[in-house]
C-alpha cells in the first residue's frame, strides 16, 4: 500500500515523528466511553494507518474506559519499529461517561500502570499530563505534585519521555522547572487561536506543539470562509483546517481522529493541499470572524 504521509517529520522526545499522526479518541463509544461501535472497524482503520506511514498516535486508557487501548493492541500488537504511541493520565471516567481529575500520586502510578498493562508495554514512549481544573479549558493552578509523580515514574523506566495537555503558558513554565518537557497538546485552530504566541515560543525551543480539536468550535461566518478556500483547492474544509496547520509552524504536530477508512484516507491527504499566500491571509480573516 503506498504511503501517502508527506516526509516531513518533527523531533517527539527522543525520535522524529511523520507530522501527521492518529488520535485515537473516536474509536470509543460516544464521548469516548464505551467500546467501539465496530470494533473490526476499528482495527482495520488502525492497521492502515500504519500501512500509509503513520508514526505516531495519540492515545488515553481513559477513553473507554480501558477499551481504546486494548484494541490498539489487538490492532498493532506487536509493534512496528519506529511507531511511537503517546497516552494521557490525569483524569478518570465516572460511571455515566463524567471527566472527572485524578492528580494524586496514587491516581497518576495506576493510570501508568493500566496504560502499560492494555498496551501491552514495558515502558510508555510518552505519556501527557492532562490538566483538568476547569471544565472550559485550560485554568490556572499549581501542576507541580503530579507532574513530580509522573517525574518519580519516569526515573523508575516506565515513562520515557513527559508531555502537558489543557494546560497554560504559566504552567507550562512551571514544569520546565520540574521535568523536561517535551510536547505540549492544547486546542488550537484556524479559529481558535489563543495559543499563538505558545506555538510560536515552543518552536523556538524545539518543542512540539499536538493541536486538538482541529475543526471545532466554528461559526457559521468562520464556516463559509473556510468552505471558500476549500472549494478553491478542491479540497474537503477539513483538509484545509489540518494544511493551514501544518503551515502555521513546523513544530506543529497533528492528530486527527476518525472511524472510518475513507476519513483516515481525506485526512492523510491534507498532507498535499497546498495553501497560497492569498488563502492563508484568507483563514487568517477566520479568527476574526
Request: overall charge neutral; glycine content about 8%.
Amino acid at each position: 500500500m503506498a504511503n501517502q504521509v508527506e516526509s516531513t517529520r518533527y523531533k517527539l522526545g527522543a525520535r522524529t515523528v511523520s507530522r501527521i499522526g492518529y488520535g485515537a479518541m473516536q474509536l470509543a463509544g460516544p464521548n469516548a466511553f464505551g467500546p467501539p461501535t465496530d470494533r473490526k472497524a476499528a482495527v482495520a482503520v488502525l492497521r492502515e494507518a500504519i500501512e500509509r506511514g503513520v508514526d505516531h498516535i495519540d492515545t488515553s486508557d481513559i477513553y473507554g474506559p480501558h477499551t481504546t487501548n486494548e484494541v490498539i493492541r489487538e490492532a498493532l500488537h506487536p509493534y512496528r519499529d519506529g511507531v511511537l504511541i503517546a497516552t494521557k493520565v490525569g483524569a478518570v471516567r465516572g460511571p455515566g461517561g463524567s471527566w472527572e481529575a485524578a492528580f494524586s500520586a496514587s491516581d497518576i502510578e495506576r493510570a501508568v500502570h493500566d496504560n502499560l498493562r492494555n498496551l501491552a508495554l514495558d515502558v510508555l514512549e510518552l505519556v501527557n499530563l492532562r490538566v483538568m481544573f476547569s471544565a472550559m479549558g485550560p485554568a490556572e493552578g499549581s501542576i507541580a505534585a503530579p507532574l513530580a509523580a509522573l517525574a518519580a515514574l519516569q526515573r523508575r523506566g516506565l515513562v520515557r519521555h513527559i508531555g502537558l495537555s489543557n494546560v497554560t503558558p504559566a504552567q507550562i513554565e512551571e514544569a520546565r522547572g520540574i521535568v523536561e518537557i517535551v510536547c505540549v497538546q492544547n486546542h488550537f485552530n484556524v479559529a481558535h487561536r489563543r495559543d499563538d504566541a505558545i506555538v510560536d515560543e515552543l518552536a523556538a525551543r524545539g518543542v512540539a506543539y499536538v493541536p486538538f480539536f482541529p475543526l471545532g468550535g466554528f461559526s457559521p461566518v468562520q464556516s463559509a470562509l473556510l468552505d471558500a478556500v476549500a472549494a478553491r483547492r478542491g479540497a474537503t474544509p477539513m483538509q484545509v483546517a489540518l494544511a493551514w496547520l501544518l503551515r502555521r509552524s513546523p513544530n506543529i504536530l497533528l492528530i486527527p481522529g476518525t472511524k472510518t477508512l475513507a476519513h483516515l484516507r481525506e485526512n492523510l491527504a491534507s498532507a498535499s493541499v497546498e495553501l497560497s499566500d492569498d488563502d492563508v491571509r484568507a483563514l487568517g480573516r477566520i479568527a476574526r470572524g
